[in-house]
Nanobody, 123 residues
Framework: QVQVVESGGGSVQAGGSLRLSCAAS????????MGWFRQAPGKERERVAT????????VYADSVKGRFTISQDNAKNTLYLQMNSLKAEDNAMYYC????????????????WGQGTQVTVSS
């Protein structure tokens, strides 16, 4: 089993920055991909970014390209999401997820989920 716990959410003005963290524990050797998702009220949960743990290849949603950066610290078993130039449309609950698949474009390919951390952007 793998546990993931997010932290770092909060309130920020538009144009500001936040960094989210996700600490993974348990049998992390089985994890091949990790990702950040978000869900705004009344909307579907959407993928924000994915990183493949062995290659460090990254994939981003078009809406965050150039503003968000996903990274990992393997020594600390921690995933990060650096969010810059935040916009009101980035308001959402952000979730960390970990998957055992070699290819993880879809939500259902992630096996382990955190409880989420709220990001509020005021304009």
């Amino acid at each position: 089993q793998v546990q993931v716990v997010e932290s770092g959410g909060g309130s920020v003005q538009a144009g500001g920055s936040l960094r989210l963290s996700c600490a993974a524990s348990g049998y992390t050797g089985s994890i091949l991909c990790m990702g950040w998702f978000r869900q705004a009220p009344g909307k579907e949960r959407e993928r924000v970014a994915t990183i493949y743990t062995s290659s460090s290849n990254r994939v981003y949603a078009d809406s965050v390209k150039g503003r968000f950066t996903i990274s990992q610290d393997n020594a600390k078993n921690t995933l990060y999401l650096q969010m810059n130039s935040l916009k009101a449309e980035d308001n959402a609950m952000y979730y960390c997820a970990a998957g055992r698949s070699w290819n993880c474009p879809e939500r259902n390919q992630y096996n382990y989920w955190g409880q989420g951390t709220q990001v509020t952007v005021s304009s």
